[in-house]
């Protein structure tokens, strides 16, 4: 039973005090259950999580590499001689602000596509289940990609890239959906993080491959038809594996549902992991179904948990960028820390007083500062702002606001994605003016997310909404919530003894 229920069956108590401890028995309660589930119960040499877990967070983010590989792998065409001729490029290199707009252009149809896909993926994946849609895009995405590695023009080019983007903005929901649903609480953030890191790897492998690439007239063909590999190997591996044992049980599926927990939990926690989940899905039900007016109400704090991620997602993408054992604020605040020193070095190294250019030292340090801030970023705003949009969201309301918050990033990373190109010429900001408007949003989004973000690591996704009923925020002080005077928690949110 929740908070919530509990409390509004508690009406006929008189005194808000009486009501907190409403809450703090309830908290106490469970949290005392999750210990002896996690700590006593456990047989000895059992480990803690099955292997499959892992495995099905693993398959999952395989969609995450085709984010990232496209990240990795599109920009770097774009000096590829034969790419250059094929759509009438100047060869020289001596770009015009028509073909700055057609690079802008090529990345920020696939982001818009991701924008248009991200949308409706919530409701997509309430209504056929979290598995088939992921099954359905790797389908689509495998259509924009024939289409952008056989392209004869640019507007053929610019089709694919709309299609895959479609495809990347449904994989980025429902990943996390999908991941955050099968996790323990224990590893919830670490599978959730797996996302990010096959976004790196994704990275990786396609700058690495352009590398070779580009040496061949055809190489650009290559480098868009490589993404033909992934979702078939993604639609292959994904066949035999389980659905969100949430989503089979809010489908009334509650056989098909315990059968699929049972291969993501452990035989001494089945039962009782079992339980909760039913008693989830028949509160659901007694609350109805959710709606977007729900989303956007103050009821149980939603409307302050979707800014939250959506606020998160704009960060992410403002701070320029196109683990988990401690704090997620903690991890957010350091990160935005790094990020910041090093954008601020970028900037003041390309700066006018500074001739990046033909000065190799300069040159050196600027990528050295680069690399240095794309650390910060992969620990930090990278994987955490998806981890926590995956996990404060109550289930009857989740899948609409997660389309909300990535489509909240695809917005923003459409418009990067075209601006920063004219931003980088000379005329216009040139590079030390970009990465100083960079900068000023990092120092920003550090700042509000030290002050907005509660502490949600190793909460469980059945008291999340006791977590955002128990904490206010308290700018005037230097620890941003209040703790409720009988709530027997220990650093629930913001690192406060409770």
Same mark, same amino acid.
């Given at each position: 039973?929740?908070?919530?229920? #509990?409390?509004?069956?508690?009406?006929?108590?008189?005194?808000?005090?009486?009501?907190? #401890?409403?809450? %703090?028995?309830?908290?106490?309660?469970?949290?005392?259950?999750?210990?002896?589930?996690?700590?006593?119960?456990?047989?000895?040499?059992?480990?803690?999580?099955?292997?499959?877990?892992?495995?099905?967070?693993?398959?999952?983010?395989?969609?995450?590499?085709?984010?990232?590989?496209?990240?990795?792998?599109?920009?770097?065409?774009?000096?590829?001689?034969?790419?250059?001729?094929?759509?009438?490029?100047?060869?020289?290199?001596?770009?015009?602000?028509?073909? #700055?707009?057609?690079?802008?252009?090529?990345?920020?149809?696939?982001?818009?596509?991701?924008?248009?896909?991200?949308?409706?993926?919530?409701?997509?994946?309430?209504?056929?289940?979290?598995?088939?849609?992921? =099954?359905?895009?790797?389908?689509?995405?495998?259509?924009?990609?024939?289409?952008?590695?056989?392209?004869?023009?640019?507007?053929?080019?610019?089709?694919?890239?709309?299609?895959?983007?479609?495809?990347?903005?449904?994989?980025?929901?429902?990943?996390?959906?999908?991941?955050?649903?099968?996790?323990?609480?224990?590893?919830?953030?670490?599978?959730?993080?797996?996302?990010?890191?096959?976004?790196?790897?994704?990275?990786?492998?396609?700058?690495?491959?352009?590398?070779?690439?580009?040496?061949?007239?055809?190489?650009?063909?290559?480098?868009?038809?490589?993404?033909?590999?992934?979702?078939?190997?993604?639609?292959?591996? =994904?066949?035999?594996?389980?659905?969100?044992?949430?989503?089979?049980?809010?489908?009334?599926?509650?056989?098909?549902?315990? *059968?699929?927990?049972?291969?993501?939990?452990?035989?001494?926690?089945?039962? *009782?992991?079992?339980?909760?989940?039913?008693?989830?899905? *028949?509160?659901?039900?007694?609350?109805?179904?959710?709606?977007?007016?729900?989303?956007?109400?103050?009821?149980?704090?939603?409307?302050?948990?979707?800014?939250? %991620?959506?606020?998160?997602?704009?960060?992410?993408?403002?701070?320029?960028?196109?683990?988990?054992?401690?704090?997620?604020?903690?991890?957010?605040?350091?990160?935005?820390?790094?990020?910041?020193?090093?954008?601020?070095?970028?900037?003041?190294?390309?700066?006018?007083?500074?001739?990046?250019?033909? #000065?190799?030292?300069?040159?050196?340090?600027?990528?050295?500062?680069?690399?240095?801030?794309?650390?910060?970023?992969?620990?930090?705003?990278?994987?955490?702002?998806?981890?926590?949009?995956?996990?404060?969201?109550?289930?009857?309301?989740?899948?609409?606001?997660?389309?909300?918050?990535?489509?909240?990033?695809?917005?923003?990373?459409?418009?990067?994605?075209?601006?920063?190109?004219?931003?980088?010429?000379?005329?216009?900001?040139?590079?030390? %003016?970009?990465?100083?408007?960079?900068?000023?949003?990092?120092?920003?989004?550090?700042?509000?997310?030290?002050?907005?973000?509660?502490?949600?690591?190793?909460?469980?996704? *059945?008291?999340?909404?006791?977590?955002?009923?128990?904490?206010?925020?308290?700018?005037?002080?230097?620890?941003?919530?209040?703790?409720?005077?009988?709530?027997?928690?220990?650093?629930?949110?913001?690192?406060?003894?409770?």
């Amino acid at each position: 039973m929740s908070l919530t229920k #509990d409390i509004k069956e508690g009406k006929n108590k008189k005194t808000v005090g009486e009501l907190n #401890d409403v809450a %703090g028995d309830h908290i106490a309660n469970s949290k005392n259950v999750n210990s002896r589930s996690a700590d006593s119960s456990r047989p000895e040499g059992t480990p803690a999580v099955k292997w499959y877990v892992y495995i099905v967070a693993t398959v999952a983010s395989i969609g995450a590499i085709m984010n990232g590989y496209d990240t990795g792998a599109t920009g770097g065409t774009f000096v590829f001689q034969g790419f250059r001729e094929s759509f009438g490029w100047p060869e020289d290199g001596t770009d015009t602000s028509d073909v #700055d707009s057609q690079k802008g252009l090529i990345t920020a149809l696939f982001t818009i596509g991701a924008l248009i896909g991200a949308l409706p993926s919530g409701m997509c994946a309430d209504w056929i289940g979290r598995k088939p849609v992921l =099954m359905i895009n790797c389908v689509i995405y495998l259509l924009g990609s024939l289409l952008q590695a056989f392209a004869v023009n640019i507007g053929m080019m610019y089709a694919g890239r709309i299609i895959g983007g479609f495809a990347i903005g449904m994989f980025m929901c429902i990943i996390g959906l999908y991941q955050g649903e099968i996790a323990p609480v224990s590893v919830r953030g670490t599978l959730v993080t797996i996302q990010q890191l096959c976004s790196c790897l994704g990275i990786v492998i396609g700058s690495a491959l352009n590398i070779w690439w580009q040496t061949f007239d055809a190489g650009w063909h290559w480098s868009y038809g490589v993404k033909i590999i992934f979702p078939i190997v993604m639609f292959t591996m =994904m066949i035999p594996l389980i659905e969100s044992p949430k989503w089979l049980a809010s489908k009334n599926k509650n056989e098909a549902a315990k *059968e699929a927990l049972a291969k993501v939990r452990q035989e001494y926690e089945l039962e *009782e992991e079992y339980s909760i989940l039913i008693s989830e899905v *028949e509160q659901m039900r007694e609350e109805g179904e959710g709606t977007w007016g729900e989303v956007f109400s103050n009821e149980n704090h939603m409307l302050y948990r979707v800014m939250i %991620g959506c606020a998160g997602q704009f960060f992410q993408q403002l701070s320029g960028i196109n683990a988990i054992i401690v704090g997620r604020r903690s991890l957010l605040i350091s990160g935005g820390i790094g990020m910041f020193i090093f954008t601020l070095l970028v900037a003041i190294m390309s700066s006018p007083a500074l001739n990046y250019k033909t #000065d190799k030292t300069v040159g050196i340090l600027i990528i050295m500062f680069c690399a240095l801030y794309v650390v910060f970023f992969a620990y930090s705003w990278g994987p955490i702002i998806w981890v926590v949009c995956a996990e404060i969201y109550p289930q009857r309301l989740r899948g609409k606001c997660m389309s909300l918050t990535t489509a909240t990033n695809f917005v923003f990373a459409t418009i990067i994605a075209y601006c920063t190109p004219l931003m980088l010429r000379e005329e216009n900001l040139d590079m030390w %003016g970009t990465f100083l408007f960079f900068t000023c949003f990092i120092i920003v989004g550090t700042f509000w997310m030290y002050w907005i973000i509660p502490e949600t690591a190793q909460v469980p996704s *059945e008291e999340m909404d006791d977590l955002f009923d128990h904490y206010k925020i308290k700018p005037n002080q230097g620890n941003p919530f209040e703790k409720p005077k009988s709530a027997p928690l220990k650093k629930l949110a913001g690192g406060n003894q409770v």
